[in-house]
């Protein structure tokens, strides 16, 4: 299995979002909380099951930090989410 940590890049491959690329925040059992900074905020992320995602083949070190250090912001986290999509999609 694919090494899971928080600040690693998923994809949605079910749901309403599906196609959209999201940022892991936490990590529970069955589940990941995930957000884009833009339609799925830090205050609110969403929670989705591990196997409606797909994990990408991106980390960015900076965002790890950003969330480890409780510094990640929305705006950060919009921006990062718009790079990661234009590389890898």
């Known amino acids: 299995?694919?090494?899971?940590?928080?600040?690693?890049?998923?994809?949605?491959?079910?749901g309403r979002d599906s196609g959209r690329v999201h940022i892991i925040v936490?990590?529970?059992?069955?589940?990941f909380?995930?957000?884009?900074g833009s339609t799925r905020k830090i205050a609110v992320p969403k929670k989705k099951k591990i196997k409606h995602t797909k994990l990408l083949?991106?980390?960015?070190?900076?965002v790890e930090n950003l969330i480890t250090n409780g510094e990640l912001t929305n705006k950060l986290a919009a921006a990062a989410v718009k790079k990661i999509s234009?590389?890898?999609i």
């Open 1 to 14: 299995m694919e090494e899971v940590v928080i600040g690693r890049f998923a994809l949605s491959i079910a």
């Open 26 to 31: 936490a990590i529970e059992e069955n589940f």
């Open 33 to 36: 909380y995930l957000v884009d």
């Open 57 to 62: 083949n991106v980390r960015d070190a900076e």
């Open 86 to 88: 234009f590389e890898n």
